[in-house]
């Protein structure tokens, strides 16, 4: 009877220390899923909403050519490759929507687009002082004179070129693949 308890005990201790064991594993991984989660959420919260004059720039929007055109007007040429579609405004501004009609990157040099018009009030424009940039509540590499870079994790970058009277002249975003 001695043995059979014995037994019993050390059976019943292993069912025990397994179980939690895999609890345990289980319960890291389940965090570990839940903090990627959480992050992802997070993300989605505190990243701005890119646009440009009302048009999302966020990987999933997904726009025709009219509907570019109806957004930001008429460009002054227009090329059609086979990455996508580029429309080109005034003296450099240009805006990239892949052919399935999502926006990819923008450059603006021009003060007649506004940029992250859902975050800022009146956009960010060409013409601007620097400071407006503050207003994405984001962290900003001010290490290069005359640029602010402001990475939006590791798929996309914002940089906006400024000259020494601290106005913007280049507002320029691009993800990468």
């Known amino acids: 009877m001695k043995i059979n308890i014995m037994k019993t005990i050390k059976i019943t201790t292993i069912i025990i220390l397994l179980t939690l ?3 345990f594993t289980f319960s890291q991984d389940a965090d570990v899923l839940k903090t990627d989660s959480i992050f ?3 993300q989605e919260l505190i990243l701005p909403l890119v646009d440009i004059n009302g048009l999302k720039i966020d990987g999933e929007s997904i726009y025709s050519k009219k ?3 109806a957004k930001l007007g008429s460009p002054d040429s227009y090329r059609e490759d086979e990455l996508g579609m580029t429309f080109y405004y005034g003296h450099s501004s240009r805006f990239y929507f892949s052919f399935d009609g999502v926006g990819g990157e923008f450059v603006i040099d021009d003060p007649g687009f506004a ?4 975050e800022i009030e009146g956009g960010l424009k060409v013409g601007d002082n620097i400071s407006k ?10 290490g290069t004179p005359n640029e602010y870079h402001v990475p939006f994790s590791d798929w996309a970058e914002l940089l906006v070129i400024y000259d020494k009277n601290n106005r913007i002249t280049s507002i320029q975003f691009t993800i990468y693949n």
């Open 67 to 69: 509907q570019v055109i």
């Open 133 to 142: 940039v503050e207003q994405l509540n984001m962290p900003v590499d001010k």
């Open 115 to 118: 940029a992250f018009t859902s």
């Open 21 to 23: 064991i895999s609890n």
């Open 40 to 42: 992802n959420h997070a």
